[in-house]
């Protein structure tokens, strides 16, 4: 889940599927320093290896994406949230 080139390390983003995706966060002298670095950007570790902001991003468009085409969200008027569904249900 590292990089290294001329003595410098960085994490490498383990899934690469967004186009905008980062690719490696920031050079340090250390391993260490370069995973503190994604820690602290928020990048998200999987188990496998660190996945950057624009492909964590990539991943919840399509979960929402996901979850409109399956359900009848894609009947209700834009806006429409599972939230507000559930307090309509609630009323009911
Ligand atoms: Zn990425």
Same mark, same amino acid.
């Given at each position: 889940?590292?990089?290294?080139?001329?003595?410098?390390?960085?994490?490498v983003c383990h899934t690469r599927v967004?186009?905008?995706?980062?690719?490696?966060?920031?050079? #340090?002298?250390?391993?260490?320093?370069?995973?503190?670095?994604?820690?602290?950007?928020?990048?998200? #570790?999987?188990?496998?290896?660190?996945?950057?902001?624009?492909?964590?991003?990539? #991943?919840?468009?399509?979960?929402?994406?996901?979850?409109?085409?399956?359900?009848l969200d894609s009947l209700l008027p834009?806006?429409?949230?599972?939230?507000?569904?559930?307090?309509?249900?609630?009323?009911?």
């Amino acid at each position: 889940m590292f990089v290294e080139r001329n003595n410098q390390y960085s994490v490498v983003c383990h899934t690469r599927v967004a186009e905008d995706c980062l690719e490696n966060g920031k050079w #340090f002298d250390s391993e260490e320093e370069a995973q503190d670095w994604v820690e602290e950007e928020c990048w998200i #570790f999987s188990g496998e290896g660190w996945i950057c902001l624009k492909c964590n991003a990539h #991943f919840m468009r399509n979960l929402s994406q996901t979850r409109r085409d399956k359900g009848l969200d894609s009947l209700l008027p834009d806006g429409w949230d599972d939230d507000l569904e559930v307090g309509i249900n609630t009323v009911r």
